[in-house]
């Protein structure tokens, strides 16, 4: 007889476990086991701006001949609203200086996928500071930009550095992803804007063979495409595990 057990994980953050009172048996005898992902539920609330991390750059502003360190608070930033604080704290900081949106800019070049500083007056931006945000814009560490002139970035922008959740389990036997061993259940892509529910709902459960056949504590971890743990800033998080028992066919031996 087939049977199907299910568990539900709930925890914050992307790792989460939960203990057994008493242990599951599974019947290896008779019974093979396997197991997936059902569902999960959790909000795209990913930051790509992290403190002491990458969220720090120099900037100079005419007249003043030192840089000043500008930094961003942890969070899930598109370029315009980096661009946007940027702007922002060079007005608050230097409430004298006029037209800073003007003359000061930052932009995503549609055509390249690139970013540009675009400077009217003599400003400077320095990406040699320690939690750079220059991967994340697509400049090198090393790179000063000084100057009226238009600064255009050595590679494309890296906004959506989180573009893969791959969730493993303890009790899954290990696959592989680029080549690496990984007790991976499942992995989709990130389809809906920061802020929202994400979400999945299987039909079509893909299930993996377990590692044991005594369940007594069950951890459920994500990862992203890089195999770095992802940031769900404590963030609540649903998983349901189902677990699939299939009767063992005996077999007959004909004389």
Request: glycine letters at 6%; charged letters at 25%; a negative charge.
């Amino acid at each position: 007889m087939d049977d199907n057990l299910e568990f539900i994980l709930r925890g914050k953050g992307s790792d989460i476990s939960v203990d057994f009172l008493e242990p599951i048996v599974i019947p290896i005898e008779t019974h093979s086991a396997k197991l997936g992902i059902k569902n999960f539920a959790t909000y795209n609330n990913i930051p790509n701006i992290e403190e002491k991390r990458n969220n720090q750059l120099k900037i100079k502003v005419p007249g003043v001949s030192d840089y000043k360190i500008f930094s961003l608070d942890t969070g899930a930033y598109e370029l315009k609203i980096i661009a946007e604080q940027l702007v922002e704290w060079i007005e608050l900081t230097f409430p004298n200086l006029k037209n800073v949106e003007d003359s000061f800019r930052l932009i995503g070049n549609e055509a390249t996928s690139k970013a540009e500083f675009l400077f009217k007056d003599d400003y400077g931006v320095d990406f040699n500071v320690e939690h750079s945000i220059c991967e994340i814009l697509g400049f090198k560490k090393d790179r000063s930009l000084h100057g009226v002139g238009r600064f255009i970035a050595d590679e494309i922008v890296n906004i959506a550095n989180v573009t893969q959740l791959i969730f493993n389990c303890s009790l899954a036997e290990s696959n592989y992803i680029n080549g690496k061993e990984s007790p991976f259940l499942y992995n989709c892509g990130i389809d809906v804007p920061v802020g929202y529910r994400l979400a999945r709902e299987l039909t079509d459960i893909a299930y993996k063979n377990l590692t044991t056949s005594q369940i007594s504590h069950i951890r459920v971890w994500i990862v992203d495409q890089n195999g770095a743990p992802v940031n769900l800033r404590n963030d609540d998080l649903v998983v349901t595990l189902s677990l699939k028992l299939k009767k063992r066919i005996a077999e007959v031996s004909i004389a």
